[in-house]
């Protein structure tokens, strides 16, 4: 397998800027997302590792090799297409053996290794099979055992999960980390989920309108955040953002969100948007299990009240969306006892929330939480 | 009386028969039908709507049957799947349509019309074609379409199916505030299981051409009435371990857990079981007292907020939910406890016991 | 369609059924063109084989529909079968068809491909591909004519005496119609193997390719076994067509020197006008109809059985 590297890559159709000066290291045997809503410039990324689009400017390398004018068939990757591209003419066998027989290897041993990939992939019953005749699921691992089979240094996978069912793809997800340890191969996954990115990645690439905006193991992104917009995107519910100005009377330090409510800042988050002079409009950030309702548990956690507008119910949780003027708080309903139309006094700890700079989308203070 | 109420409906197609089902829609409800694609949802909508007549039972608006009323005159809205926007015609005259088609006066047009696009924030895009329009803003049309006719009940066909997952948050709740503000019955199809459990009022859940179980979103979750239905509802799904019931009706014996798991209050006795545990019910960690199993974790899921772990028990994954963010080695071997108040037992049948 | 309680009442009468029923919509709609057919096609067809089973001619001096006093059975049928004109005729036909119509697939698939991808100018040379096969035949007929002269731009060219002759010679006048056929209906050929080049999913191609496949490899393994269909297509119909070749042979060699380039139609064009054996000429037409008609199906279920 082999390590990748991607320094200053640009790519321009036209006008149109779809990446801008990426670079990003990805190591040997690593599994690395590149995550961003749709049209961010991930698929374009994989599609120029693949050498399906050439590079406007800055270069990609394999283990430090230059890799612009080599041919897409002798770049040796595995690539998984969303819709996965199955050989609807060929049957299931034909299908996994394509790769090993334009590499012109024996008989004998294809037939080898086309059965004991189709074993590992659970479709063996289905070798003789036309491939157009697999069900979504089958061909989804059918599309994986292709690439396989002829061990290429790295492995690419375009969004290979949002066809399937919900069901089907949980249970996707944890076969594909297996297989990726089994298999040891450097995997890129480009997708729009963030949950997928998280389940699966050792280190994700969150990328918007063609820039990097944050690398790092999902952990450090879910916990530190480096901009508001990695804050807002990754985390299932979606941290709160409270986008308004700042201004200072005397001792206190407010954030006035744009949509009417309030916020005293106090504690940690106070000297975090205070450490820049400079911002004047900053963004408030505050995961929805952090924040809680009954007694205050200290004193710089801040105190709010809200009107319970809309209750779901998440799986085993209930979300609420409270209301302070037009500004919405999603928030856990931990004890089941809020009602709709309630008011109801809950609290931000400082020591949870982060700050940001909204122009630049740049977290102030930082200090890791 | 109930708004819409289906007695014993059945619809027979080539390969498959929908029912027998029955269900009623209480007046300002919200009403979501669940089930896996192509079972016979959107064929429930249409034959509320009247596109399709029951071959057996009776489909009543109102108390009253409908078998002899026209699709028009059954007032009742319908959003589709692909939206079926007009695309001749810009935001406006798509949303003022049916209400032009019933006749209704100048005024009463352009009060409903300000009334919708305020609603919906679609003023900006009213003059637009649907080709110019982008998917949110296609749905808020349609969705404004079917809204300016005020009507006896809404049906909507899986209309945010769609649109990216950011997207669909904001608009479950608009769609969620938009119906408790006016007061009206909505039905509401979908095969995302997330999706229907965070709007609904109640929950009709299909499987198999027939209706598994009706009943509040918790209800469903938190009591299954069957397999078929605990297995659909619930992201990671629920696990299942095979096995029988003793003798003495007391505990559950897995084919693949060694020791017996004690059951609260007793049971039917003997007979094949299957046990149902969801990921949030196994902690991990020794309880005492409590039931508990040694497992190796294969690997690790960091959520952020959660941490899905997943086991190996044989050859069955075990999925765990454990709160916040776990230290957990992959590959190592972790003792886990079962939540004894929240398991669900089911019998031969699938049936809960 | 037809639910119990349709919502918009129907009118009685059978017109108005008609505009709700698809299926009787469709029955008046196609009648007149099936008229028309029955008269131009099925007519003429029963006709012939009266009178291929007479010894009409137009110069026994009786109307056709009284041919029956001239009554032959199976005579011109049996009459074929030994006629040397007529197997001389055939051989030369499906020589023409067994030289020209895989030299046109070759070179149809070969510039197919050359057109798949996009390329400067594609889009000109396109139109400039497509035009021999736009020409009438007769003009090509002549145009090939003018060329193969002895004194003509292909002697020229080729730097050969003016008395090297293309048409009037023995073997070469076989060659210069079978070029001008090639030259004329390659284009046909491109067009429908482009078009089916096009149907194969670009993104099957693209995972080939990921695959390590060679062009020359996926281009056997994927692009041609997906086009089986549009392949039997484009054979049989230009096959079908090239055994009926007429106007570039008239045109160019009159079926000559003598009858080396008589095929087939100029045969039965030259018994019809000259020789007035009309009855004849319906028994051979009807033979031939029968086995191309027998070829085509084969070659067409041969399509049925294939799926992709």
Redesign the interface.
């Known amino acids: 397998m082999s390590s990748i590297q991607i320094r200053n890559v640009t790519k321009r159709f036209g006008d149109f800027t779809a990446v801008d000066d990426l670079t990003l290291e990805i190591e040997e045997g690593e599994f690395a997302a590149l995550l961003g809503?749709?049209g961010c410039g991930k698929t374009t990324t994989m599609n120029m590792i693949?050498g399906?689009e050439d590079v406007t400017e800055g270069s990609i390398l394999f283990d430090e090799q230059e890799l612009s004018g080599t041919r897409?068939?002798?770049?040796?990757?595995?690539?998984v297409?969303q819709?996965y591209?199955?050989?609807?003419?060929?049957s299931v066998y034909k299908n996994l053996s394509?790769?090993l027989?334009?590499?012109k290897v024996a008989q004998g041993e294809i037939e080898r290794r086309v059965k004991a990939m189709a074993d590992r992939m659970s479709i063996s019953h289905r070798l003789d099979q036309p491939a157009?005749s697999l069900s979504v699921n089958e061909m989804q691992k059918l599309a994986i055992g292709?690439?396989a089979i002829?061990e290429p240094r790295i492995f690419l996978l375009d969004e290979p999960l949002s066809n399937l069912?919900?069901?089907f793809r949980?249970?996707m997800?944890?076969e594909l980390?297996?297989l990726q340890h089994e298999f040891g191969q450097t995997m890129i996954y480009v997708t729009?989920?963030q949950?997928e990115a998280?389940?699966?990645a050792d280190k994700i690439a969150i990328i918007d309108e063609g820039k990097l905006m944050q690398y790092g193991t999902?952990?450090d992104i879910?916990?530190s955040p480096d901009n508001r917009f990695v804050a807002h995107f990754?985390?299932?519910?979606?941290m709160n953002l409270i986008d308004g100005e700042l201004s200072q009377e005397k001792d206190q330090l407010k954030l006035r969100a744009n949509d009417g409510a309030e916020i005293k800042l106090q504690g940690q988050v106070k000297s975090d948007f205070a450490s820049d002079g400079k911002v004047q409009r900053g963004s408030f950030g505050i995961?929805?299990?952090d924040i809680y309702f009954g007694k205050q548990r200290s004193d710089s956690d801040m105190k709010m009240d809200g009107t319970v507008?809309?209750l779901?119910?998440?799986?085993?949780k209930r979300?609420a969306?409270l209301q302070v003027s037009e500004t919405r708080f999603i928030a856990f309903d931990d004890q089941d006892q809020l009602k709709?139309g309630d008011t109801v006094p809950f609290y931000l700890p400082s020591a949870k929330s982060m700050a940001f700079d909204l122009t630049s989308g740049r977290r102030l203070g930082g200090a890791a939480k | 009386m109930s708004a819409i109420e289906i007695r014993n409906v059945v619809k027979n197609y080539p390969n498959f028969t929908l029912g027998p089902i029955s269900m009623s829609v209480e007046q300002g409800e919200f009403f979501g039908i669940f089930g896996p694609p192509s079972t016979g949802k959107t064929s429930i909508l249409k034959l509320i709507l009247g596109l399709l007549q029951p071959d057996e039972g009776e489909v009543l608006l109102s108390g009253q049957d409908s078998v002899e009323m026209g699709v028009a005159e059954r007032d009742i809205s319908m959003v589709f799947q692909n939206l079926a926007l007009f695309p001749h015609m810009n935001g406006r005259e798509n949303i003022i349509f049916p209400l032009k088609e019933r006749g209704v006066s100048e005024a009463e047009i352009s009060k409903q019309l300000d009334f919708v696009s305020g609603v919906l924030h679609v003023g900006h895009i009213l003059e637009k074609n649907p080709a110019q329009m982008s998917g949110g803003e296609r749905q808020r049309i349609a969705l404004g379409r079917a809204f300016a006719a005020t009507s006896r009940a809404m049906l909507l066909d899986e209309p945010i199916a769609a649109l990216d997952a950011r997207l669909r948050e904001e608009m479950r709740v608009e769609l969620k505030r938009l119906q408790r503000e006016n007061n009206q019955t909505f039905v509401y199809v979908s095969h995302d299981e997330e999706e229907v459990m965070a709007v609904s009022d109640r929950v009709a859940v299909v499987a198999d051409g027939k209706i598994a179980q009706i009943g509040t979103p918790d209800d469903v979750y938190s009591r299954p009435n069957s397999m078929a239905v605990a297995e659909v509802i619930g992201s990671p799904p629920m696990n299942f371990f095979q096995g029988k019931l003793s003798s003495d009706g007391k505990f559950f014996e897995g084919d693949k857990i060694d020791e017996r798991f004690p059951l609260k209050g007793k049971t039917k006795a003997g007979g094949t079981a299957t046990l149902g545990v969801r990921p949030e019910d196994i902690w991990l960690g020794a309880k005492d007292g409590d039931f508990g199993l040694d497992l190796v974790i294969n690997s690790v899921e960091p959520l952020g907020g959660y941490t899905i772990l997943n086991a190996q028990l044989d050859e069955q994954i075990v999925k765990i939910r454990a709160p916040g963010q776990v230290d957990v080695p992959e590959r190592s071997q972790q003792r886990v406890t079962f939540d004894q108040r929240r398991i669900h037992l089911f019998d031969e049948d699938g049936i809960r016991v | 369609m037809s639910d119990k309680s349709a919502n918009t009442p129907t009118k009685d009468g059978y017109w108005a059924k008609v505009a709700q029923d698809g299926n009787k919509m469709g029955f008046w709609f196609v009648l007149p063109t099936v008229l028309l057919l029955l008269f131009i096609v099925v007519f003429p067809l029963f006709m012939q084989l009266y009178l291929s089973v007479t010894w009409w001619t137009p110069l026994e001096g009786i109307p056709w529909y009284m041919a029956w006093e001239v009554f032959s059975w199976g005579e011109n049928y049996w009459y074929q079968l030994t006629d040397p004109r007529m197997w001389g005729a055939l051989w030369r036909t499906v020589l023409i068809m067994i030289v020209a119509v895989p030299a046109q697939f070759f070179l149809g698939m070969a510039l197919a491909y050359l057109f798949l991808e996009q390329f400067p100018g594609r889009k000109m040379f396109y139109s400039i591909m497509l035009t021999p096969m736009m020409i009438v035949p007769a003009v090509v007929g002549l145009m090939f004519y003018l060329l193969f002269q002895g004194t003509g731009p292909v002697n020229a060219h080729l730097g050969l005496p003016s008395n090297f002759s293309w048409l009037t010679d023995v073997h070469r006048a076989m060659i210069s119609v079978i070029i001008a056929d090639i030259w004329q209906w390659t284009p046909l050929m491109f067009l429908i193997l482009l078009a089916g080049m096009l149907g194969v999913p670009s993104d099957q191609l693209l995972a080939a390719r990921l695959l390590g496949g060679s062009n020359w490899q996926n281009f056997l393994k994927i692009i041609i076994p997906r086009m089986k269909t549009v392949i039997i297509i484009a054979l049989v119909l230009r096959a079908v067509e090239c055994f009926k070749i007429f106007d570039l042979v008239y045109i160019m060699t009159k079926g000559g020197p003598g009858v080396q380039t008589e095929t087939i139609s100029i045969f039965l064009y030259k018994l019809t006008f000259a020789e007035l054996e009309w009855a004849y000429v319906a028994a051979i037409g009807l033979t031939i109809l029968f086995v191309l008609s027998v070829v085509a199906a084969k070659g067409l279920s041969y399509m049925a059985k294939k799926d992709t």
């Open positions: 809503p749709s693949a399906i897409i068939q002798d770049r040796n990757i595995g690539f297409f819709n591209a199955i050989f609807t003419h060929l394509y790769g027989e334009v590499k157009a292709r690439s002829v069912d919900a069901g949980a249970y997800r944890a980390k297996v729009h989920d949950i998280m389940s699966l999902p952990l879910y916990n990754i985390g299932s519910p979606r995961r929805p299990q507008e809309v779901e119910r998440v799986g085993p979300l969306y709709v």
